[in-house]
């Protein structure tokens, strides 16, 4: 195994890191914008009203695209340990 496989895994898997996470964080920076923006015209000064609705909204992202995520994760897993010989000759 040399430097440049251990490099290529390595961007590999912060590839995969970048795409399962982004979906969940988009979710929670609009979501958190909406509030943020709901608490400046009301002039609401509390703290937890953003929580519970970004934890609902990831929720659902959660519910709608974890196959997606579980799959694509499953996948580069797979081909991870299909390289496993290659690697170690």
Avoid at 1 to 26: F, N
Avoid at 38 to 44: A, L, N, V, Y
């Amino acid at each position: 195994m040399t430097d440049t496989d251990i490099i290529h895994i390595g961007t590999l898997a912060l590839k995969v890191t970048a795409e399962l996470s982004a979906p969940l964080l988009i979710a929670s920076l609009v979501v958190g914008i909406v509030v943020s923006l709901f608490q400046t015209i009301f002039q609401i000064q509390d703290q937890t009203l953003s929580a519970v609705p970004r934890l609902a909204v990831c929720a659902g992202v959660v519910l709608l695209a974890g196959s997606w995520m579980l799959r694509t994760l499953v996948e580069f897993t797979q081909q991870l340990f299909a390289q496993i010989p290659q690697l170690l000759s």
